[in-house]
């Protein structure tokens, strides 16, 4: 199946800052803006037991365990387990430190194995309050977590996570599995494999206005002709394209908030919003099934999907061009 015959709409809903990321949230808050996504029609959620070590996965479901379960597409990620133990010691996160020191205390496993893959889902179930998943990725297995080990733990997926997943596809257990990173690599490696292919994937950060050179180079032409569809993560570029101040999960250095400004300077004499640019541009390429921003309030709900359906006037994607703000390679809204 494909993820855009499987994927109810163009937009998701991602749960990463339901995990406290960068800072804590109220309950309350988390669960009114699960309520707002679904009130405002939205019925593809993404989460994963990292985000939070687990609080994430608790507060979606708390919410969703409400709904009527065929009404909706859930995808989780598997590559992290969820202990019972709290964590004695400060988590190792790569270049994500700090990401989630406001979650839950549990401590994390990370292992990509077939027994861990099987602990993943078991988890995620519990803390979901559902009985079936319906696309599950594998998570994190890339240079930003792992440095140069990061190809022992691809392996260490191929020979676990992937055939777990594969056989769960096969006996109609999930619908659909693939990666979800925030790197082009593992995917265009998965892709070469000469094994059971993942039905897409999940690519966070990675094709936004901000940042999409790289993915056009080799990766999503080789998703053309494996028939691979991506999901878009973190289409605002960890909130800078949404009146944030982060890119790639840190502080924006003062480049990347120059060409922002430039953006911002260009949608405004066209009288369009950045946010509606920056999700448009990313749901553009014919690989992109959906996008999945994240939110904390309520308020950023209703922004997406005004986001999504605003028009978008096809001279400003031309000027956008024009001032080489995007690639000459990157598709471009219908009528530009």
């Known amino acids: 199946m494909t993820l855009k015959n499987l994927l109810p709409g163009k937009l998701g809903f991602g749960t990463a800052p339901l995990g406290n990321m960068f800072r804590a949230i109220p309950d309350d808050q988390a669960r009114a ?12 959620y993404d989460t994963a037991p990292f985000y939070g070590a687990g609080l994430a996965e608790e507060r979606l ?10 009404s909706y597409v859930l995808s989780t990620k598997v590559g992290r387990v969820i202990l019972d133990e709290h964590e004695t010691d400060v988590p190792d996160f790569g270049e994500k430190g700090g990401l989630f020191e406001h979650g839950n205390p549990n401590r994390i496993v990370h292992e990509w194995t077939a ?3 099987e602990r993943s889902i078991e988890g995620s179930l519990k803390r979901l309050g559902t009985d079936r998943l319906d696309i ?14 990061w190809l022992a733990k691809f392996e260490e997926a191929r020979t676990g996570a992937f055939r777990v997943l594969s056989r769960l596809r096969d006996e109609g257990v999930i619908k659909a599995w693939g990666l979800g990173v925030n790197k082009t690599e593992p995917i265009e490696l998965t892709l070469a494999l000469d094994e059971p292919q993942p039905d897409g994937f999940l690519l966070a950060g990675r094709y936004t206005l901000l940042d999409h050179e790289h993915a056009l180079q080799r990766l999503l032409p080789m998703a053309q002709e494996h028939g691979a569809e991506m999901v878009v993560g973190g289409p605002y570029s960890s909130g800078i394209l949404a009146g ?44 992109a099934a959906a996008a999945v921003p994240g939110a904390t309030r309520p308020s950023r709900i209703a922004e997406d999907t005004a986001a999504l359906n605003e028009t978008v006037p096809a001279a400003f994607w ?3 061009r024009a001032a080489g703000l995007v690639s000459a390679a990157a598709p471009l ?4």
């Open 33 to 44: 803006t699960v309520e707002a996504a679904w009130d405002q029609g939205i019925r593809y």
């Open 61 to 70: 479901g708390e919410v969703l365990s409400t709904k009527p379960r065929d």
């Open 115 to 117: 027994d861990a893959t």
């Open 136 to 149: 599950v990725w594998v998570h994190d297995i890339a240079q930003d977590f792992h440095g140069d080990a």
């Open 244 to 287: 944030g101040t982060h890119f790639e999960y840190q502080q924006a250095p003062a480049e990347i908030v120059a060409k922002v400004a430039r953006l911002k300077a260009l949608a405004e004499q066209h009288g369009v919003g950045i946010k509606s640019a920056a999700l448009q541009f990313s749901l553009a390429h014919p690989v």
């Open 318 to 320: 031309r000027d956008l």
């Open 333 to 336: 809204p219908a009528g530009a």
